[in-house]
C-alpha cells in the first residue's frame, strides 16, 4: 500500500488479530466457567456400607425422609429427634458457593448438609441443612440426593425456616402473631397436614421448593412446613411450632420432650452467647 508521499507500508489485516485475540479470550472464559462449574458441583459422600450398596447398582430403601432446611428447623432436629442417639451420620452433601465455603473431600469438613439413618429401622433417614444452597446448585442438590433413593413408597417431610417478613396477608395481626406455622403439599400427599396450607400469594423458594417440585414431578407423596418468625436465630418458641409434625412421621421419629428440654437450652443459649456484642 502506496502513502500521498511515495512510502510503501506493508498490508496487514487488524481484523485477523482481532479475531485471534477473541478467540484466546472466548477459550479462557470458557476454562474459567468449566473450573466454576467443577467447583460449584454438589458432591454426597456416603458411609462405606451405602457407598457399597450404591456401587452394586442398588438404591438406599427409604420410606420416610426428613429434609431440615433451616437453623430452627435443623436445631428442632437435633433437639427433638436425633437426641436420642438412634442415629448415626451415614452422609454428607457439600456444596460449595459464595455464602457456604465448605470443603469438598469425603471427611466433609465444614459441611453443615449430613445425612443420619436410624439404627432400628434403615428406612427413616433424616437430612439437615445450615448451609446455603445456590440458585444454580438447587436442581443437582435434588436430582443427586433422590436419585440415590428408593422413592416407591416413599414420603417426604421438610421442615423450613421462613422470616415473617417475607408472609404477605392483608390481615395485619396475622402477621403479628409470628411464629406460626404453614403447609404445601404435593398431589401425591394423601394424609392432613398438621397446619393450614400456605395461602396464595405466598410461595416458598430454595431447597424447600426444589425439592417439592421434584417430588410433584415425580408423584411423590411430600409436604413442606414453613414456620414464619420474627427471629434470626435459634429460638425455642420457634422450634416448638414444628412439634406437631412429629405426630405424623412414624414411631421411630418419636422421643420423650422431657429428655430434650436440655438439648434444646444449649442450641438456645449457644445462639444468645454468639450474638451478644459485648461477649
Known amino acids: 500500500m502506496a502513502t500521498f508521499f511515495g512510502e510503501v507500508l506493508s498490508v496487514y489485516s487488524r481484523a485477523v488479530e482481532e479475531d485471534d485475540e477473541e478467540l484466546e479470550e472466548n477459550e479462557e472464559d470458557e476454562q474459567i466457567r468449566r473450573e466454576l462449574e467443577e467447583k460449584r458441583t454438589v458432591h454426597l459422600h456416603w458411609n462405606p456400607e451405602i457407598s457399597e450398596l450404591l456401587r452394586a447398582g442398588n438404591k438406599v430403601q427409604c420410606s420416610s425422609f426428613i429434609l431440615a432446611v433451616g437453623h430452627n428447623a435443623a436445631s428442632f432436629l437435633s433437639a427433638y ?17 459464595e455464602m457456604s465455603r465448605s470443603g469438598t473431600g469425603p471427611s466433609g469438613e465444614g459441611s453443615a448438609c449430613v445425612f443420619y439413618r436410624h439404627k432400628d429401622e434403615p428406612a427413616a433417614l433424616i437430612c439437615h441443612v445450615t448451609c446455603h444452597i445456590a440458585e444454580d446448585q438447587l436442581f443437582q442438590w435434588t436430582e443427586k440426593v433422590f436419585g440415590y433413593l428408593q422413592t416407591r413408597g416413599l414420603t417426604v417431610t421438610v421442615l423450613s425456616d421462613s422470616s415473617v417478613a417475607d408472609y404477605k396477608t392483608a390481615d395485619y395481626l ?15 400427599f394423601s394424609d392432613q397436614p398438621v397446619c393450614q396450607s400456605l395461602e396464595q400469594p405466598n410461595i416458598i423458594t430454595g431447597l424447600p421448593a426444589a425439592v417439592l417440585n421434584h417430588c410433584q414431578v415425580h408423584s411423590i407423596a411430600a409436604a413442606v412446613y414453613q414456620c414464619y418468625s420474627d427471629v434470626t436465630g435459634p429460638d425455642s418458641i420457634t422450634m416448638d411450632k414444628y412439634k406437631p409434625v412429629l405426630t405424623k412421621l412414624g414411631r421411630s421419629i418419636q422421643v420423650y420432650s422431657s429428655q430434650s428440654t436440655d438439648v434444646l437450652c444449649k442450641f438456645v443459649r449457644s445462639s444468645e452467647i454468639q450474638s451478644n456484642l459485648y461477649i
Open 81 to 97: 429427634i436425633l437426641a436420642s442417639a438412634n442415629w448415626d451420620v451415614v452422609g454428607r452433601a457439600v456444596a460449595w458457593n
Open 174 to 188: 396475622c402477621s403479628s402473631s409470628a411464629p406460626f406455622l404453614r403447609s404445601l403439599c404435593s398431589s401425591a
